[in-house]
């Protein structure tokens, strides 16, 4: 006999962008395990309704056959995207136990029962040409059948609540189909036999709410998965966000970075100056490009110090050679070893004026002033970055570095779970709130670790 199911699902995007409203195509399959391509059942439904977010439903044996035989050992359930014929599975295969179907027989089979002794009861009371039709062992049959419906009924009167009650349970393992399989095979064990031996007929609703408080509720246990999907989604919703923040950053890294790489853009022509060339103290610096000497006269002698030492800017260190190429005579002067060199930024940064101010301190714009300065952000101020000592790239003049965006160090007070969401606290530190967004902690900070890093500006 067949019977439907009805299956509640969500379609997902790859990408975890949620599912545009509209019609779909889907492929419903009864699969011997949780992988593979075996299966016992398939049904197409065409134009299937999916909400905004992935959410259907539909009624699975409405089209093709769904029997008790399909669930003679526990099944699971394949979702296909039919896109004229090309099949993909989406998402997770779904346990499917079949105890609505088994359970709907048993009640079919009870009802039947019931119609056939009244039907047999009326053709021995009622008399007539089909009394004397009956056997003898018949009519004591279906007499004790009687007596004991009768019984029954004088006892509890729950004959005739028992469509409506075993209807309730059915509803009820529906809802319960689609959760842990493990609870919903111990509550068919509980269910299996409804009429006793003595035919006594069990009292079906005493029965699951026992079993709920026994066993922690399933009924709680379907509003708890709803809380936990929703969390998820807020999740899925928040590292979207970030991933989209980290791109805009990335970008504008890559264009600031290609516009100082052009030579354009730090001067219009190289500058040539008459020699010699001395450098006082302060050093010399060279922002990009190399310090290239072509040719070298005389010689110095008796050169018995040096005010300070030489830095080349290498992550894996190497050579600095002084000597005339063109004659082959170069000497290898110092090795720059790496390690001795500054890391690699990971920031974006402006340069503005202020006093005061220490690495880590997060720090606002000073209202009032011609020129941008800083000042340590006070409690649930807006923050415009955090003070670094240097960044990859930084813009404009001043004396303090404040990083916009990246991955910085910051000041915290207090204990700092990893990925929370950091607004500025007393005295220029920050700490976990929902005030605006300094950034969001990278990893755990103990409550005397005073800092942690932190992804600029993320929520």
């Known amino acids: 006999m067949a019977h439907v199911i009805e299956f509640q699902g969500r379609l997902a995007r790859s990408d975890g962008k949620d599912v545009a409203a509209g019609n779909f195509d889907l492929r419903f399959r009864l699969h011997l395990a949780r992988e593979g391509v075996a299966h016992v059942w398939e049904e197409r439904h065409a134009g299937v309704r999916v909400a905004t977010g992935g959410s259907y439903a539909v009624l699975l044996g409405s089209e093709e056959d769904l029997d008790a035989a399909h669930f003679v050992d526990p099944r699971w359930l394949g979702v296909y995207l ?16 079949g105890a609505t179907v088994r359970l709907g027989e048993q009640v079919r089979a009870i009802n039947a029962r019931l119609d056939a002794t009244d ?21 004591k049959r279906v007499l004790k059948l009687h007596r004991r419906l009768r019984r029954i009924e004088q006892g509890g009167g729950v004959v005739s609540t028992l469509d409506a009650r075993l209807r309730d349970v059915e509803q009820r393992l529906t809802r319960l189909d689609d959760g842990e399989a493990g609870r919903v095979l111990r509550l068919e064990d509980e269910l299996e036999d409804i009429v006793g031996q003595d035919g006594d007929i069990i009292d079906i609703l005493e029965r699951i709410e026992a079993i709920e408080k026994g066993h922690g509720g399933p009924m709680r246990l379907v509003k708890g998965t709803a809380e936990v999907e929703a969390r998820v989604a807020s999740v899925e919703e928040q590292n979207l966000l970030l991933q989209r923040q980290l791109e805009v950053y990335r970008k504008a890294l890559e264009l600031i970075t290609a516009r100082l790489a052009q030579p354009a853009a730090v001067a219009p022509a190289p500058e040539v100056l008459p020699g010699p060339l001395t ?106 970055g955090v003070v670094v000592e240097r960044a990859a790239v930084e813009l404009g003049e001043g004396a303090v570095v404040v990083a916009i965006a990246g991955i910085v160090k910051v000041r915290v007070t207090g204990a700092v779970p990893a990925g929370a969401v950091l607004e500025a606290g007393e005295g220029g ?6 005030g605006p967004s300094v950034g969001r902690a990278l990893a755990a900070a103990g409550p005397d670790s005073g800092s942690v890093e932190i992804l600029l500006h993320a929520r």
């Open 119 to 139: 039907a047999m009861q009326g053709s021995v009371e009622g008399g007539g040409p089909g009394h004397d039709a009956v056997d003898a062992s018949a009519r």
């Open 82 to 97: 039919d896109r004229e014929g090309a099949l993909a599975e989406v998402g997770e295969r779904v346990p499917m136990t």
């Open 429 to 434: 530190s920050a700490r976990p709130g929902e």
């Open 279 to 384: 450098v006082q103290k302060g050093g010399l610096h060279v922002a990009g490009g190399g310090l290239v000497v072509h040719d070298i006269e005389g010689r110095v002698a008796g050169a018995s110090k040096r005010e300070g030492p030489l830095l080349v800017n290498s992550r894996s260190g190497g050579d600095l050679i002084v000597g005339n190429k063109e004659s082959g005579s170069v000497v290898a002067m110092a090795t720059v070893r790496a390690g001795r060199v500054a890391g690699v930024s990971r920031t974006l940064a402006v340069r503005v004026g202020g006093e005061g101010l220490a690495p880590g301190d997060v720090v606002c714009l000073e209202p009032g002033k011609k020129q941008p300065t800083a000042r340590a952000c006070p409690a649930g101020g807006i923050p415009l």
